[in-house]
C-alpha cells in the first residue's frame, strides 16, 4: 500500500485524473491525502468533488478556505446562491449537489497518522499548537460542523477577527480564530496574529511577519506537517513541513507526495492559461 498526499486541485479535475494515472493509483490498495481546497477557479469543481467522493473509503480530505466557502453558500436561500459563480452553481444546483455539499462539509479540518508520520491542515498551524492541541482544536469545529446547528456557524464563520488565537476565546470567536488558523495561514507575528492580506512569497512581507512554520519560539512538533494553501510558496520539504500546492489552477503544477518509502514526488500539469495567483 502507498500513502500519498496531494496538494491543491481547486477543481482542476482533468490534471487530478492525469495524477492518478500516472501514480498508479488502485483504490483497493493506495490511499489519498488532499490537502484541501477541492473546489473553485479550476472550472470542474463537480467533477473533482465527484471524484474524490467516489473514492472515500481511500482517502482523507482536509478542509480549505474554498470548500468552506462553497458549504456556506449553500446554506444560503437559493437567490442567493445564483449569485455565485457558474461553476459553484453546477454543484449547488447538480441533481447530487446536496448529497456532495452534505459529504465535503463533514470532512475533517485536520488529521494526523503517528503510524504513517504525517499531519495534514491546509493552511497552518499556530505557533504555539501541538499536534494534539491542533486536533483537540479542530475537533470544535467538526463537531458544529456536522451537527444540526451547522448553518448558524457557516453564516457566522467568516471575518478577520479575532485575528490571532486565544485560549480565552469562545463562542463564535472561538471557532472563527481556529478556522482562521486552520484554513487561511500563511503569514504572522510572534504572537501569531495573521497578516490576511500577505500573500506573497517569503522575504516580501513586512518585517515582523514569519511564515507560520518559521515563528521564532513556536512549539516543536513531532510529526511533519502537510498543508497547502499558498501557491506563491511553492513546493517545500522541510523545515517541519511539506507544503504542495504548487498552483495547479494558475498554470503551474498538480503534486503528489509519497509519505513513506522514498518520498517520490510526483507531478502533471495543471490548467493551462492559468494566471497566477495566491489562493
Same mark, same amino acid.
Given at each position: ?17 492525469? #495524477?492518478?494515472?500516472?501514480? %498508479? ?5 493506495? %490511499? ?8 473553485? %477557479? ?5 467533477e473533482t468533488l465527484r471524484l474524490v467522493k467516489s473514492i472515500d473509503a481511500a482517502s482523507v480530505v482536509v478542509l480549505g478556505n474554498h470548500d468552506l466557502s462553497l ?59 501541538? #499536534? ?7 475537533r470544535e469545529v467538526e463537531k458544529r460542523l456536522r451537527g444540526p446547528n451547522h448553518r448558524k456557524l457557516l453564516r457566522q464563520m467568516y471575518g478577520n477577527k479575532p ?11 472561538? #471557532? ?6 486552520? =484554513? ?15 500573500? &506573497? ?30 501557491? =506563491? ?12 500546492? =504548487? ?9 503528489? #507526495?509519497?509519505?513513506? &518509502? ?7 500539469? &495543471? ?9
Open positions: 500500500m502507498t500513502t500519498w498526499a496531494i496538494g491543491d486541485v481547486q477543481g482542476c479535475c482533468d490534471a487530478l485524473k492525469r #495524477l492518478l494515472d500516472k501514480l %498508479r493509483f488502485d483504490a483497493a490498495r493506495d %490511499r489519498l491525502w488532499f490537502c484541501g481546497d477541492l473546489v473553485n %477557479r479550476g472550472g470542474q469543481s463537480l458549504c456556506a453558500i449553500a446554506a444560503r436561500k437559493e437567490e442567493e446562491q445564483r449569485k455565485t459563480n457558474a461553476e459553484l452553481q453546477r454543484v449547488l444546483f447538480a441533481s447530487d449537489g446536496s448529497a456532495l455539499i452534505d459529504w465535503l462539509r463533514k470532512r475533517p479540518l485536520f488529521h494526523q497518522d503517528k503510524a504513517l508520520g504525517y499531519a495534514i491542515v491546509h493552511a497552518g498551524l499556530a505557533p504555539k499548537w501541538t #499536534l494534539a492541541i491542533a486536533a483537540r482544536r479542530a485575528a490571532a488565537w486565544s485560549p480565552k476565546l469562545d463562542g463564535v470567536d472561538r #471557532l472563527r480564530a481556529i478556522i482562521n488558523v486552520m =484554513t487561511r495561514l500563511r503569514y504572522c507575528d510572534v504572537r501569531g496574529r495573521i497578516a490576511f492580506d500577505e500573500k &506573497g512569497a517569503p522575504g516580501t512581507q513586512p518585517d515582523g511577519l514569519y511564515p507560520w512554520f518559521e515563528v521564532p519560539g513556536q512549539v516543536e512538533r513531532e510529526l511533519p506537517v502537510i498543508c497547502g494553501h499558498w501557491s =506563491t510558496l511553492g513546493l517545500v520539504i522541510g523545515m517541519g513541513i511539506r507544503a504542495l500546492d =504548487t498552483g495547479a489552477v494558475w498554470g503551474g503544477k498538480l503534486t503528489a #507526495l509519497e509519505l513513506g &518509502g522514498d518520498g517520490r514526488i510526483v507531478q502533471v500539469a &495543471g490548467l493551462a492559461g492559468g494566471a497566477r495567483g495566491s489562493d
